[in-house]
């Protein structure tokens, strides 16, 4: 069925008028589907999840990594692109423009999922093998002062998982955590 804003109401959570594959640095919260516990439950696919993060500046030259963590049923990560100008493709057919923010986690995703679906296949367990939920949340990161904060947040994110958003047990609130997420920062 052909989408219909009046029927589906869906709208972006995207910046409005943001490039995103201009240079930039950028926070990236990707969830579990329905937030399940998969990183707590399945230590290989943990394992996945941080080589596929790893392998992406190799896959992207002008795209550079940052502090991440992997939560028991969420990931966030910083990444810095670095593209501005289009780069010539091999078969000479002009040129491609540089890969967006949306490219790269779309990228991500897949292949974590494409490991993941080999990896439960040889260990031979009963797994589903999209684990991703369907979007992610983004935030163009400003200032360095934001920068820090947000990477304070990922380095102490283990410790505060009781106050953590996505923990289903979540027993009080992390107040940075609510700056960053509610664009107080």
């Given at each position: ?82 593209a501005?100008?289009?780069v ?5 057919a ?82 940075l ?9």
């Amino acid at each position: 069925m052909k989408y219909d804003q009046d029927i589906h109401h869906r709208r972006s959570i995207r910046l409005k008028g943001h490039d995103y594959s201009q240079i930039g640095a950028y926070f990236v919260t990707i969830c579990t589907h329905s937030r399940n516990l998969y990183f707590e439950i399945y230590s290989g696919l943990k394992e996945i999840v941080i080589s596929q993060w790893q392998a992406l500046s190799r896959r992207y030259p002008d795209l550079t990594l940052d502090e991440f963590v992997i939560m028991p049923n969420h990931f966030h990560g910083i990444l810095f692109v670095g593209a501005t100008l289009a780069v010539a493709r091999k078969d000479g057919a002009g040129a491609r423009p540089a890969p967006t923010v949306g490219e790269i986690v779309g990228a991500y995703k897949s292949l974590c999922i494409h490991d993941w679906l080999v990896y439960i296949e040889e260990k031979k367990i009963r797994a589903l093998g999209k684990f991703w939920q369907r979007n992610y949340y983004e935030h163009v990161i400003r200032t360095d002062d934001e920068l820090n904060r947000i990477r304070e947040y990922i380095r102490n994110n283990p410790l505060k998982w009781s106050l953590d958003r996505e923990n289903p047990d979540r027993v009080g609130r992390d107040i940075l955590e609510d700056e960053i997420f509610d664009g107080t920062t």
